[in-house]
């Protein structure tokens, strides 16, 4: 089991940043991959970053691309999740998740590629 927490979410206007954490305890956090996950009110939750071991192998949505940066840090058991240039259209409750490397390096970007979740972080852009 890996249980994950998040925080770090908030108010925010638009155009600006915040930097979202989530840190993992349980088993070996360096043998997942990790992602974050993004759920408005009334739509799917959809695929926003994921990193690997290290920063070497990354993915980002094409909505998100070029503002957000996702970072880990696997001493401290935590990935980051510093968000730029915020848009209004960012405003949603942010999850994070752990993958096995097997599944994920598979299919990075599906939500039931992850196995463990976290209760989220609300992030909410005025505009």
């Known amino acids: 089991q890996v249980q994950l927490v998040e925080s770090g979410g908030g108010l925010v206007q638009a155009g600006g940043s915040l930097r979202l954490s989530c840190v993992a305890s349980?088993?070996?956090?360096?043998?997942?991959?990790m992602g974050w996950f993004r759920q408005a009110p009334g739509k799917e939750r959809e695929f926003v970053a994921a990193?690997?071991?290290?920063?070497?192998?990354?993915y980002y949505a094409d909505s998100v691309k070029g503002r957000f940066t996702i970072s880990r840090d696997n001493y401290s058991n935590t990935v980051y999740l510093h968000m730029t240039s915020l848009k209004f259209e960012d405003t949603a409750d942010y999850f994070c998740?752990?993958?096995?490397?097997?599944?994920?390096?598979?299919?990075?970007?599906?939500?039931?590629?992850?196995?463990?979740w976290g209760q989220g972080t609300q992030v909410t852009v005025s505009s």
């Open positions: 990193i690997g071991w290290t920063t070497g192998r990354n």
């Open positions: 349980g088993r070996t956090f360096s043998s997942y991959a």
């Open positions: 998740a752990a993958a096995l490397f097997a599944r994920w390096f598979a299919d990075p970007f599906p939500a039931n590629t992850y196995a463990y």
